[in-house]
């Protein structure tokens, strides 16, 4: 899958998550201390990661700042895609 189409596909779950509106979500802003991503939101998150691209993730191995931003989320799903 093209980075691309992972952004993209990362920005909606994300978008739909936190409640933002369409191309509100900025690919650096750190989503927990902008108080958009909690620990109950990671779960839900790292499942529909898991569900949209077809990959695993384990949450206990994924420390905090691997998932604090959309690109960060990006990264972690190309390399779990690999």
Known sequence: M????IERKVNAILTGL?????GELEFDLDLF???LLDSF???QLLLEL???FGISLQIETIPRERIS???R???LVREASE
């Open 41 to 43: 939101g990671v779960i």
């Open 50 to 52: 898991e569900d949209a």
């Open 73 to 75: 989320i990006a990264a």
């Open 2 to 5: 093209d980075e691309q189409r």
């Open 33 to 35: 201390e902008a108080g």
């Open 69 to 71: 931003t959309p690109e």
């Open 18 to 22: 936190c409640g933002a509106e369409d």
